[in-house]
């Protein structure tokens, strides 16, 4: 697959959380995969050396076990998801809520069949570290992450960084016969062909409601 023609500008502003536009039917290929992940290894890491790894699922027994484990989770969250998007229908997002929940409930009963899934990993665990420790951990796997997205959207591949399988966590280590107690997984990322390929730069808050310069 040849790189879209896309200016660093459009790629930053056109990489989106791609759920609906999964193409369910086109394989990706493995070597594709390889190319995006061999632009991730180059990404920033914190600390010494790189302590993280990418685990590439496409056997369509374990995306079935991985997507039960997902929607497991996403039970396990509902009652505080169900809260959350109340709150957000009753503001002036409502619309946009409205069409991201319809997006995740598709994700949600489709993840098995998308072709491929990522999950980042990282060397140790974060539960009982103190923030600083926990911010090196985040800050060496999350900019890797962050490039082999944007390496697969350059390439026509959409992703979605998800992480309700995370709710269970050891069930997925078992599966997938990660040492648990030495290797923490980060996210689930679903990877396919997009159905067409432009995407446009998401809504946001104004700049100068997000922005602080010097102080708070």
Same mark, same amino acid.
């Given at each position: 697959?040849?790189?879209?023609?896309?200016?660093?500008?459009?790629?930053?502003?056109?990489?989106?959380?791609?759920?609906?536009?999964?193409?369910?039917? +086109?394989?990706?290929?493995? $070597?594709?995969? @390889?190319?995006? *992940?061999?632009?991730?290894?180059? %990404?920033?890491?914190?600390? /010494? &050396?790189?302590?993280?790894?990418?685990?590439?699922?496409?056997?369509?027994?374990?995306?079935?076990?991985?997507?039960?484990?997902?929607?497991?989770?996403?039970?396990?969250? +509902?009652?505080?998801?169900? $809260?959350?998007? @109340?709150?957000? *229908?009753?503001?002036?997002?409502? %619309?946009?809520?409205?069409? /991201? &929940?319809?997006?995740?409930?598709?994700?949600?009963?489709?993840?098995?069949?998308?072709?491929?899934?990522?999950?980042?990993?990282?060397?140790?665990?974060?539960?009982?570290?103190?923030?600083?420790?926990?911010?090196?951990?985040?800050?060496?796997?999350?900019?890797?992450?962050?490039?082999?997205?944007?390496?697969?959207?350059?390439?026509?591949?959409?992703?979605?960084?998800?992480?309700?399988?995370?709710?269970?966590?050891?069930?997925?280590?078992?599966?997938?016969?990660?040492?648990?107690?030495?290797?923490?997984?980060?996210?689930?990322?679903?990877?396919?062909?997009?159905?067409?390929?432009?995407?446009?730069?998401?809504?946001?808050?104004?700049?100068?409601?997000?922005?602080?310069?010097?102080?708070?």
């Amino acid at each position: 697959m040849s790189p879209l023609n896309l200016s660093i500008d459009e790629l930053l502003t056109t990489t989106r959380t791609v759920r609906k536009r999964l193409d369910l039917t +086109r394989p990706v290929e493995a $070597e594709v995969i @390889a190319q995006c *992940l061999q632009l991730a290894v180059q %990404a920033p890491t914190a600390g /010494v &050396g790189q302590n993280w790894h990418f685990l590439v699922i496409t056997e369509p027994a374990q995306r079935k076990d991985l997507a039960e484990l997902y929607r497991k989770g996403w039970e396990t969250n +509902r009652e505080f998801i169900e $809260e959350h998007t @109340a709150a957000a *229908l009753a503001g002036d997002q409502a %619309a946009m809520y409205t069409r /991201v &929940g319809a997006s995740a409930h598709y994700l949600l009963k489709h993840l098995h069949e998308v072709p491929v899934h990522v999950i980042p990993c990282i060397e140790g665990r974060s539960e009982n570290l103190p923030v600083i420790q926990q911010a090196g951990l985040w800050g060496s796997i999350m900019p890797a992450t962050w490039s082999f997205m944007l390496a697969a959207r350059s390439r026509g591949l959409g992703t979605s960084l998800t992480s309700y399988h995370l709710f269970f966590e050891r069930e997925a280590a078992e599966i997938l016969s990660i040492p648990y107690e030495q290797i923490m997984q980060t996210a689930l990322i679903p990877v396919a062909y997009t159905i067409g390929d432009t995407f446009k730069p998401a809504v946001r808050k104004p700049l100068d409601e997000v922005l602080h310069w010097n102080r708070w």
